[in-house]
């Protein structure tokens, strides 16, 4: 289970918030022009990455409010929260624990808290 | 040499102390080129090599695993049977599957441990009802043999459920007397014995790093034990397929997230048939070891930790201790997740894509294991001939662009 920092309350259980998927998602522009498969695109498909994902979580149970953050899908832990007026955190300044694509990280998953 | 197995065999090795049972697969290193490469060492990935080489002839298949054979979530799920799908497309998928099932010990001379004990799927409302009902109902129109059970009818097959006394009462369920369960190493197993002694390289600790394409075609794939180059390439890696398409540069509509399940400590034979609700979440067979599995749902979010939430298992324990206040003091010994692929109408994906030799076979969400050797047969045509079979070219990737959606979400037992 996830401890999750809300921009607006601080830490809390994560059973008190939902998950709503990849963030900075963008709806196309000419929405007349575009043809189906870039609709669908925008309908039906979202990064999927093991390693660093930019997402939307909602503190339902708390302040309600919408925020993104980074989280490392491989191992869960949550590198950063932000409210979602702030710019995009830079990926690079976060260190990707997976070494191939589809590789095990170094710690084996969830297990980065015992290391620090 | 074609290895066999039956009563005798099994008498001669007891008195060797089971010391001499003959290795059931070779272990090679890679060869250069293969005319096709399978990415996924799991029971759909290796049944397809079977049916490459069985049915369409193919002899230089290669099968990569980056673990070890069924490590995945072939060996992760609670083995549950059924075709009891409200879409036609679906219906006829998964039928095409359980029939596939229903001859496979035979098939492969290797017990696959296939228990046709029966599924039952529970409402718990009003539209519950009305949802399983129509259900059975375009089951039967498919063939597919599915009834409704009365509340009394459940009582008297699982004398256990508590009916009345919760928060969701009990008010009937679909029955399906063919579906059941079945052993999910043997699966695995029985399809690379087979397919190993007709030639396919079967490859375990190589992982796939990258599929190279250029001008549109497939090269081949970069693995830990080198380049392999290939004129086909089939993905079948579950929860990793998406980090494998996007290393080909295709995006897919997949979702990965862990599914949990557990199982409990053995007892003596008190449930005989498999029970699911969907609606509080919870199912539950037992086997033969006498443990009873236990079905989990899906964390909430993106995620390959093989583990999940801790919530998840809370809930549906539950749903189970109120189901069944008889299994309140057991004790569960085991817990562990899965990465599963979701696709957003809970269908799967059997696919060629844009890419030339490029098939994908994913998209199974919560329910791959059912379809393990009807998946692996329609994907081993689609590879052979470039083109999808009959069965499975409702399954394709267009769907996302036509929004000709395959919507199984009601069928499909665990909440997408």
């Avoid at chain 2, 579906?179 to 397919?195: E, K, L, P």
């Avoid at chain 2, 010994?333 to 990465?339: A, E, H, P, S, V």
Wanted: aromatic share 10%; proline share 4%; with cysteine.
């Amino acid at each position: 289970m996830l401890i999750i920092n809300c921009p607006y309350c601080g830490p809390r259980d994560q059973s008190e918030f939902s998950n709503g998927g990849e963030a900075h998602v963008k709806r196309p522009d000419g929405s007349k022009e575009i043809g189906d498969s870039e609709w669908g695109e925008y309908v039906f498909i979202r990064a999927n990455p093991k390693g660093l994902f930019y997402e939307r979580w909602v503190h339902t149970h708390g302040c309600r409010k919408w925020f993104n953050c980074v989280r490392d899908t491989s191992t869960d832990e949550i590198l950063v929260t932000y409210k979602l007026d702030e710019k995009k955190p830079n990926l690079n300044n976060f260190k990707s624990v997976v070494k191939t694509p589809s590789g095990e990280p170094e710690v084996g998953s969830g297990n980065f808290t015992v290391e620090k | 040499m074609k290895k066999k197995y039956s009563i005798f065999s099994l008498a001669k090795n007891a008195l060797s102390g089971h010391k001499e049972w003959p290795k059931m697969w070779r272990s090679p290193e890679p060869r250069e080129f293969y005319d096709v490469i399978i990415i996924g060492g799991g029971g759909h990935g290796l049944g397809t090599a079977y049916y490459l080489a069985k049915e369409h002839g193919l002899k230089n298949i290669a099968v990569i695993e980056k673990g070890w054979l069924g490590g995945g979530n072939t060996g992760r799920n609670t083995t549950i049977i059924r075709s009891n799908y409200l879409w036609d497309d679906s219906a006829h998928l998964y039928e095409h599957s359980l029939k596939l099932w229903e001859n496979l010990s035979s098939e492969l001379n290797y017990n696959v441990m296939f228990s046709q004990r029966g599924v039952m799927n529970l409402a718990h409302n009003e539209h519950d009802i009305k949802e399983i009902k129509r259900r059975v109902s375009a089951n039967n129109l498919n063939g597919i043999d599915s009834f409704w059970l009365s509340k009394e009818e459940i009582k008297k097959k699982v004398p256990i459920m508590n009916t009345d006394n919760l928060r969701y009462p009990v008010l009937g369920a679909s029955y399906q007397p063919r579906g059941g369960v079945a052993r999910h190493d043997a699966i695995a197993w029985g399809f690379a014995m087979r397919a190993d002694e007709m030639g396919v390289d079967i490859i375990q600790n190589c992982e796939a790093h990258q599929i190279r394409t250029k001008n549109g075609t497939i090269e081949g794939v970069e693995t830990s034990k080198g380049f392999l180059r290939a004129n086909k390439i089939g993905v079948v890696a579950s929860g990793h397929t998406g980090v494998l398409a996007e290393s080909a540069g295709i995006r897919l509509p997949l979702q990965s997230k862990p599914l949990q399940a557990l199982v409990s400590e053995p007892i003596k034979p008190i449930i005989d048939t498999v029970v699911m609700s969907s609606a509080v979440h919870a199912y539950v067979s037992q086997s033969d070891k006498g443990e009873l599995v236990i079905g989990a749902g899906t964390d909430s979010y993106n995620s390959f930790t093989q583990r999940g939430g801790f919530n998840i298992i809370e809930d549906t324990i539950r749903a189970m201790v109120e189901l069944y206040p008889v299994f309140g003091k057991m004790k569960m010994l085991r817990q562990w997740g899965g990465i599963v692929d979701i696709c957003p109408d809970a269908s799967p994906i059997i696919s060629k894509c844009d890419i030339e030799g490029l098939f994908f076979n994913c998209g199974w969400g919560t329910g791959g294991f059912k379809a393990t050797p009807g998946s692996a047969n329609v994907f081993a045509h689609t590879i052979a001939k470039n083109e999808p079979h009959q069965i499975n070219s409702a399954f394709n990737l267009d769907r996302f662009a036509s929004g000709r959606l395959v919507d199984e979400h009601g069928a499909a037992a665990v909440a997408h």
